[in-house]
C-alpha cells in the first residue's frame, strides 16, 4: 500500500533506520519505535475504538443543547451537523494541546510528532481531523501503521500502556 502513494507521503528523511526494501519486523521499527509496550505504533483496533468513543461522546454533549427527533430529518441533520462540529472541537485541541483525544486517552493511546517536539501543535491536529473526517485517509495505513494523515503532518500514534 505505501508504494503507491509516493514520495509525497514518506516519512521525514531522519526517521527511516533501515533502508526502505527491507521489510521492517514490526509496525514503527523504521521510526524506532518498540516492538510491544509503551512507545510502540497502536494498533488499528484501538485507533477505531478511540474514534468511536469520541463520536459518542460529541453526540452526547450536542444532545444537551439540541435535543435529537429522529422521526424529524431536518432537525436530525441540524443535529449531526452540530455533532460533526463538537467532534472537531474534541479533537482538534486536546490533540494540539494534549496529544491525545478523550477517546484516545481511554483506550491509551496519544499522538507524537516524529521530530520529538513536546506538543502536537495546532495546524497538525487541524490537517488530522480533517483527514481523518474523510476516513479513508485514515484508515489506509502503511507498514509502519500510520495513516496518510499520519505521514503528512510527521506524526505516530502510540501506546501510552
Sequence with gaps: MARWTGEWLSAPAGARQASDTEPPRWPGEHLGLPEDGVGSAAGGGRRL?????????????????????????AVMQDFNLLAVGMWAVLTC??????????GMAVCGIRVGRLDGATFVGLWRALVRAALTF???????????ARGWHDRLTGTVVVRLR
Design 49 to 73: 475504538l478511540a474514534l468511536l468513543l469520541d463520536l459518542v461522546l460529541a453526540s452526547l454533549i450536542t444532545a444537551l443543547f439540541r435535543r435529537p427527533v429522529l422521526d424529524d430529518p
Design 93 to 102: 485541541t486536546p490533540v494540539a494541546l494534549f496529544g491525545f483525544t478523550p
Design 134 to 144: 474523510l476516513i479513508i485517509p485514515a484508515a489506509v495505513r502503511n507498514v509502519d
